[in-house]
């Protein structure tokens, strides 16, 4: 199974492991720092320690990162983006220093600067942290958005002409958010429906690049650009397109992540169905 939720780290990062495995999780999301904040106390060696060591011990295959959702990197004023370019060159650093292969970052909001400009911003911050940290293996992921007010990242064309600019390949790919896919207007709602946007991701991105999966379902219609996840059938996608993503073999070794809302009560439950789902 590549299937699990983002865990909350509440009381120690370590913990997330003991949380994932009553869930039934198989890979999982976390935050390395309160997702709020700009500042967290450093991870030190002892820590770095236990959570490898927990890690190795569980049955956790992928741990995943998520960075803080005050990071805009692709603010058009300069000392915002520095401030965000600095966060994230942070989280990079402590996902690495965890040993998390993948951090996950949406693209941004250039905030009435255009598409052309956001883009342009966005691809010089990634470009730029991975250059700063060529001896890391912790690479970046750009998750595609709703569309919500100025957000970019929303379309398949955008997200290949992000990552066609930024030159580390190896450490560049994207998390394609289902709630967020659907809401940009891409019907997922039948395997047949999806196939033809996964069609449409490999001919624009490139399947390769497709290195992790956000399964959240959508309270809002598609087109609606509204970001809102459901529980998984409890919303306007439907369970089809999750029997189809978690059956799909080619996805077998991709991480497939919960984002649902109402706590470990409800991934429990949305966990249950996943794997019911799975034939
Ligand atoms: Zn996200
Ligand atoms: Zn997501």
Known sequence: MNIGAHISTAGGLEKCFERAEKLGCSVIQIFTKSPSQWKAK???????????????????????????????????QDYEWNKSFDAMLDELNRADKLGIKWLITHSGNHLGSGETNGIERIVDAITRLLYDTQDLQCGILIETTAGQGSSIGTTFEQLA??????????????????????????????SGKFEKVLRKFSRTIGLKKLKAIHLNDSKKPLGSRIDRHANIGDGEIGVECFRFLVNRKPFMRIPMILETPGGEKMFE???????????
């Open 161 to 190: 002409s992000m990552i066609e600019k930024i030159d580390c390949a190896e450490r560049t790919g994207v998390c394609l958010d289902t709630a967020h896919i659907f809401a940009a207007g891409y019907d997922i709602r039948t």
């Open 269 to 279: 439950k949305d966990m249950i169905l996943l794997r019911k789902l799975k034939t």
């Open 42 to 76: 450093p991870i030190t060696d002892n820590v770095a320690y236990d959570f490898r060591k927990r890690w190795s011990e569980s049955a956790i295959s992928h741990v995943i990162a998520h960075n803080a959702y005050l990071i805009n990197l692709a603010h058009p």
